[in-house]
Structure formats: structure tokens, C-alpha cells
């Protein structure tokens, strides 16, 4: 069972950069080949100041720069055999481009028992900003732990 | 692409089709992704664990949905996006994401649409139940 003393803890804030190559080999993975994302030119022509980050990019960039990309499993008591992922939700308030940097900050928003303890969802939330200190995203995931329940 | 402003509720404004999901797929998002959960690329830890295989990362089945969406409509009016991973995605499955208008809505005091979403298996299995509201 997860501890609910954990809600309102905050995870170890880290910073990412969004790097073009990085970029580049998500996008060739997903065989990305919107014009918005894959030329400069397209970009600046929609109004952006350079080439924006694809909209679930965010989450990798979380993961990417993390010192400890599963940190949140620790502050679980869960091991990653164990969980799965329930809900993810972006919400979008100013572009994220190649060249920026930013800062995530996230923290356990909330802890929820079901199935009479079988299962417990944890509530991750992020805040995102630039090097402007513009709040330019937040991140919210529900981790999915499926409790060791003893036979 | 429809023009946002004469969407109705009803339109299906987004529909693509992905390729079968290899392993080289989930090994190539693996790295690119920065999720290195092994669960799913090391078929050793994958049946370790309980599972008759590796299987996809939600995020990666997020990400076709993303795309579809982005292809669709202009992410500048790209509000929110969101969905719930409801069944595991299999090697081999073969996506469709589609969205249709659900409503109009006021979001932040702006006109928005919201979009439902689903991306399915070849088999009609739903794998993702999401929605975007986007500015119109």
C-alpha cells in the first residue's frame, strides 16, 4: 500500500533543454513529417520564434533530464513492475520551442485506494516554465500501482 | 484540414491510420523518449513481471494520437490534451486515432471545441480515451 503522507510532497525539480537533435530523433520515431514541426521556416511562417515541440514532447523532456526519471516510484514504495499508466493530461499556455530550457517542478497532488486496496492511483502534477520564467505548460500523469497483496 | 470555425458538433475532424508496432519501434522510442522503463523493450523483465510480452508505452500511443490531432488541427489552438490509457497496446497493433467535435465549451474565458478522441487496435479495441479542447 501506497503511504498517503506523500501527498503534497514535492519530486526534485529539474531542467531540460530542448535540443534539435534530441528532437529530431523523436520525431523520426513517430514518423513526424508535419511541415510545423519539421522545418524552421513553416514554424516562423505559423507565428512561432522557432520549431515547436510536438504536444506529448513535454513528458519526455521530464524524463530525459531527470537525475532520476522514476523518482516518483521510490517516493511510491513501488518497484516498476508494478505500476502502469492511468491518466496523462497536458495543458498548453505558451509555445515550447527548439532552444528553450525548462524548468519542471513536480509534486504528488494526491493518492486514491480502489478496488479495496488492490490498486492505488497517484496523482503527479508539473508545473512548467521557460527561461523567461513564462508558465508555459502543466503536466499531470496518474500512476497506476498495483499493490502486492498478500495471498 | 477543416477551418476551426466551422466545425459542428458531430464532425470527425480527426482520423489516421499507424503502421504495425515492432519491436525496433519501442526500442527507437525507448531512446528517443527517455522512458527507459525496460517493461518494454527486455522481453526477460517483461515476462518477469508477469506479462506474456513487452508491450507499447502508453506515451508512444499518446504520441500517434498527437499526432493525428496536430495534423488536423493548427497546435497554435491546441488548448488541452488529455486521455486515459484504457487496455494495453500490443506488438503488432496496428492504431487508428480519430476525434469528433463533442461540444462547444468556454475554456479560460476563450470559444473552444472539445474534441473526443479514441486511437483503437485493428481489432476495435479501444486502447485510448482522451479529449483536446482546442480555441476556435
Redesign the interface.
Known amino acids: 500500500m501506497v503511504d498517503h503522507s506523500v501527498i503534497g510532497r514535492r519530486l526534485a525539480p529539474l531542467t531540460a533543454h530542448v535540443e534539435p537533435g534530441r528532437l529530431r530523433f523523436f520525431r523520426e520515431t513517430l514518423g513526424e513529417s508535419n511541415p510545423l514541426y519539421n522545418d524552421a521556416a513553416a514554424a516562423k511562417a505559423a507565428g512561432y520564434a522557432a520549431t515547436p515541440v510536438p504536444p506529448t514532447y513535454l513528458f519526455c523532456l521530464e524524463m530525459m533530464d531527470a537525475e532520476q526519471a522514476f523518482e516518483f516510484l521510490t517516493v511510491l514504495g513501488a518497484d516498476l513492475a508494478q505500476v502502469l499508466h492511468g491518466e496523462q493530461r497536458f495543458a498548453y499556455r505558451a509555445p515550447v520551442m527548439v532552444g528553450d530550457t525548462l524548468l519542471f517542478e513536480p509534486r504528488i497532488a494526491g493518492i486514491t485506494d480502489k478496488k479495496g486496496g488492490a490498486m492505488t492511483l497517484a496523482f503527479v502534477e508539473t508545473r512548467v516554465t521557460n527561461q523567461h520564467g513564462v508558465h508555459v505548460a502543466d503536466c499531470s500523469r496518474t500512476v497506476v500501482v498495483l499493490n502486492k497483496v498478500a495471498a | 484540414m477543416s477551418e476551426p470555425h466551422q466545425l459542428a458538433v458531430g464532425d470527425r475532424v480527426v482520423h489516421k491510420s ?2 504495425p508496432i515492432s519491436r525496433h ?1 519501442l526500442a ?2 525507448c ?9 518494454h523493450v527486455d522481453l526477460d ?1 517483461a515476462k ?3 506479462y506474456p510480452d513487452v508491450f507499447a ?4 500511443v ?3 494520437l ?2 493525428a ?3 488536423a488541427i ?3 489552438r ?8 484504457v487496455s ?1 497496446t500490443q506488438l503488432g497493433a496496428r492504431l487508428t486515432c480519430e476525434g469528433h467535435v463533442a461540444e462547444f465549451v468556454e475554456h479560460e474565458g476563450e470559444r473552444c471545441a472539445r474534441l473526443a478522441l479514441t486511437t483503437k487496435d485493428e481489432n476495435g479495441d479501444v486502447k485510448l480515451a482522451g479529449e483536446a479542447v482546442i480555441a476556435i
Open positions: 499507424f503502421p519501434k527507437l522510442y531512446g528517443a523518449s527517455g522512458d527507459h522503463n525496460p517493461i523483465f518477469a513481471a508477469g508505452h502508453g506515451m508512444l499518446m504520441a500517434c498527437g499526432q490531432l496536430t495534423d493548427p497546435p497554435p491546441l488548448r488541452t490534451f488529455a486521455t486515459r490509457f494495453i
